[in-house]
């Protein structure tokens, strides 16, 4: 069985690290426990889909207001596992943040993708995300 869990312990946030590393592979073990706990401060969350009690898809999310959106959730990370992809589990992750979104008052939801993720392209657009905008960044 499917169900979605607000990922809260630090037991829990180590069982993200797998597929949280697949999206970002730069990220260290040994930093990880400790840098999701320092952005949960700030107000990221974490939201996972188990299917029996195996971590499927995860997402980080934040909540943020704007002049140009309002209200808005905005999707830092959201990733399933390779082995599990085109099976339902991100678009059932993504539809309970739609979900979110709308019980928290938010105007959007929003999130940013690299260029070179042509798949994760073509599963925001059949779920009925739009593209929106480029983003341009400076590495400093």
């Known amino acids: ?23 970002r592979p730069d990220i260290k073990a040994e930093d990880f426990v400790e840098r999701i706990l320092s952005q949960f401060k ?13 971590i499927m898809a995860v997402a980080g999310y934040h909540y943020n207001d704007n002049l140009a959106w309002g209200k808005y959730l905005y999707i830092e990370d959201l990733i399933t596992h390779q082995k599990n992809r085109s099976q339902g589990y991100g ?14 008052y938010c105007n959007q939801l929003h999130l940013d993708s690299g260029i070179q993720r042509k798949e994760a392209h073509r599963f925001y657009e059949r779920e009925g995300m739009m593209f929106a905008s480029h983003h341009y960044v400076s590495k400093l």
Not at 4 to 18: G, M, N, R, V
């Open 1 to 23: 069985m499917n169900n979605i869990i607000k990922i809260k312990t630090e037991d829990e946030i180590q069982a993200c690290f797998i597929l949280l590393a697949q999206l």
């Open 42 to 54: 700030r107000g990221y969350q974490l939201a996972a889909v188990l299917h029996d009690d195996s």
């Open 91 to 104: 678009a059932m992750l993504l539809s309970w943040l739609h979900d979110e979104a709308r019980k928290n």
